[in-house]
């Protein structure tokens, strides 16, 4: 996942069956006989310079702000070094890249390299399809085994067929991390007498002295349906231990979405809505209008990813903080997080070793350097001590998720449509349209529905 959970919309499931059944009988797939090009390490050719004159043709999402910076620098910075590769760049908005990339992999003149959303209706889809390259004979290679943690590295693997997520071979390569936790203002905080608070039973607190105060304890905003997902996260992470968590958000058997454990955190979530901690009928109001409204003063705090820093820290200055969501009954940290948009190889990609040399170029720790100088969350190597504000609990705050493996997967990526679904759910559970049970059945029928036949 990037900077938002991918919505699976019918049209979007649909456009995948069609790439899908096309690729049995295009270039770019083999129709999940994987009989692909997966290098072996001992055939991997790493002398960039003796490749001769060739063209890398690049496909990303990095059009904001620093994310666009870094990449161009980048980029830059490897054609310097190897002068005999010419870098070919398309860059699209996220939603862009969604929509055009499955068929761009199929076409006869596929690019090299994509970023991939890691979830199943895509990652996934691909990998089952044959049409992106297992990365393991690179990451031997290049050592990124070494450098990667497990925790990030699930996020881009899959078995070879495509159905199972968060182990088996690698498939992507991320720049960046992400998850979710709380910013904060630091004047309200203060004002309250409060620090950021690091139990269930502190952020509750704070809630309730926020709204004695007639201040807004949360501020969010859920007109598109994803967002509350990730403070539905936060509410569930109190109670299910975080192994649990993954196998439910990798869409793995042995685990239900109807266990008291989930009972509790889903509970917990309507409480926040009862007691009026949330934004009133924020189900009416835009995500953009919400984090808007936070950096104006609206909100002590808001629950989020680390794709708002930039945009918050433009506003709020140094009077913005982030935390860790608390820990609850559960007893052990759960942070609902991932990578932002791996770097995959297309199989019908002619200069793999070029790509993947790209690709370690991208990712190694001068990259990381270049990454957070941007304003971005370098997935390792992430520098604390050089980092200011915010930056700087941000990167402490990923030091200590990666350390103590505490990161868990987005919840969406359950099943291809899990997205939708959960999404349309929250807003009924939280305008009273569904109880808390009626809620857990839809989710767990779906996700039984597709657990059952992922075989």
């Not at 999940?32 to 004159?53: F, L, P, R």
């Amino acid at each position: 996942m990037s900077h938002r959970p991918a919505w699976k919309s019918v049209l979007a499931v649909t456009a995948v069956s069609a790439v899908l059944a096309l690729s049995a009988c295009t270039p770019g797939g083999d129709g999940g006989d994987q009989e692909s090009k997966d290098a072996e390490a001992s055939d991997i050719e790493t002398d960039v310079a003796a490749m001769g004159d060739l063209t890398l043709d690049v496909w990303d999402q990095e059009v904001r702000g620093g994310q666009a910076k870094q990449i161009e620098a980048l980029n830059a910075a490897f054609q310097k070094k190897y002068p005999n590769v010419t870098i070919k760049r398309t860059s699209k908005s996220f939603d862009d890249l969604q929509k055009t990339v499955r068929l761009a992999i199929t076409n006869d003149d596929a690019p090299d390299v994509v970023q991939v959303n890691n979830g199943r209706a895509d990652m996934g889809q691909f990998v089952a399809a044959g049409l992106i390259q297992s990365l393991d004979g690179y990451a031997e290679v290049y050592g990124w085994d070494e450098r990667y943690p497990e925790s990030v590295r699930s996020t881009a693997s899959y078995s070879k067929d495509g159905k199972t997520f968060g182990e088996g071979s690698l498939f992507g390569m991320p720049q960046v991390g992400e998850m979710v936790g709380l910013w904060y203002n630091k004047a309200k905080l203060a004002k309250l007498g409060l620090k950021p608070p690091a139990t269930l039973d502190e952020f509750d607190n704070a809630m309730k002295a926020a709204k004695a105060a007639g201040e807004l304890p949360v501020q969010l905003g859920n007109a598109e349906a994803w967002p509350a997902i990730h403070d539905y996260a936060v509410a569930m992470n109190q109670y299910v231990p975080r192994d649990d968590t993954r196998a439910l958000g990798y869409g793995r058997e042995g685990a239900s979405w109807t266990s008291e454990e989930n009972v509790e955190g889903a509970d917990l979530f309507v409480s926040w809505v009862k007691d009026g901690y949330l934004t009133p009928e924020f189900n009416a109001v835009p995500n953009d209008t919400a984090w808007r409204n936070f950096a104006k003063g609206q909100g002590v705090f808001m629950i989020g990813g680390t794709w708002y820093q930039a945009d918050l820290e433009a506003a709020m200055g140094d009077n913005l903080g982030f935390a860790l969501p608390p820990v609850g009954p559960v007893g052990e940290p759960a942070v609902t997080g991932g990578t932002g948009l791996p770097l995959a190889i297309t199989d019908a990609s002619d200069h793999a070793d070029a790509a993947a040399a790209y690709i370690d170029f991208l990712t190694d720790a001068e990259a990381m350097k270049v990454i957070q100088a941007n304003g971005g969350l370098p997935v390792v190597d992430g520098d604390e001590a050089i980092a200011k504000g915010a930056a700087k609990e941000v990167i402490a705050a990923w030091g200590t998720v990666t350390e103590q493996d505490s990161l868990v997967p987005y919840l969406d990526w359950a099943t291809p449509d899990m997205s939708d679904l959960m999404g349309q759910q929250l807003q009924k559970l939280s305008d009273g349209s569904v109880d808390t049970s009626a809620f857990l059945d839809a989710i767990e029928k779906n996700y039984s529905e597709f657990t059952d036949t992922n075989e």
